[in-house]
């Protein structure tokens, strides 16, 4: 009795220490959020564009106030990130979305008599009908559909250039928010579904790399041969995800 009511009391205590100190990092910049991780070995301020906020990180038994004196000190690389973010793209009627390498304009039409939604893409336009005053999530899910029919199609068409014992074992499509894509050492692939929304080069070299770890799980120079030679624009695509990956992150987001 004693050890139980002991270990719920510190952790009370834990948890409204740790109210406080997500008070007092908020009171430096609203968009900062405090996060305290037992595997990270030194601060680190991380930008998350899909929540449109900066995680202050903190290892597990770091002083609170070096880390509050450590986010004052960067005060202005935050505000300086925050206000570089492009700006939402939601899911709204005449929203201008690049699919696949195409701008494509979304009409959406609601006829609250209508007994389902449907959504057809045509060259230029994404042609909603729907009931549904809310018809994001419905989009959302059209698009992820439409990346993961795609993401699968290319994939299986670069692993045939590898290795043929070397064989895509799944592809699944999510909504990640720290890489773009994965492969494991049985050839279980993931993507994200905002790749749909880059340059088709774009797309295509972050395909051929998940596709070159089927031969080389390493980020070696081999590596890197296999991955260019599997890459219709290799130089485009890497530089078009490191200067401009996060800007994917914008679009389905709330003005």
Known sequence: MVRTTSTKGGKNRDKDALAKAQQAVNSIHPCLRLTVSKRARRMALRLDPAARVVHLIVPHRASMERALDFA?????????????????????????????????????????????????????????????????????????????????????????????????????????????????????????WRLIFAPSLAMDYVIAHEVAHLKVMDHSQRFWTQCEKLSDDFDFGYDWMQKNGHSLMRFGQDA
């Open 72 to 192: 004052r000190q960067n005060k202005l690389w935050v505000e300086k990130r925050l206000e570089d973010l492009p700006e939402p793209v939601p899911f709204v009627d005449g929203a201008v979305l690049p699919i696949m390498g195409h701008n494509v304009t979304l009409h959406i039409h609601y006829d609250p008599k209508l007994k389902m939604t449907d959504i057809e893409l045509k060259p230029r336009t994404l042609i909603v009908k729907t009931n549904k005053e809310d018809v994001a999530p419905r989009i959302k899910r059209f698009l992820r559909q439409l990346a993961s029919d795609a993401i699968t199609e290319m994939a299986h068409e670069k692993a045939k250039q590898i290795d043929r014992n070397k064989k895509i074992q799944s592809i699944t499509v999510r909504d990640t928010r720290s890489r773009w894509g994965s492969c494991s050492e049985d050839g279980k692939m993931s993507f994200s």
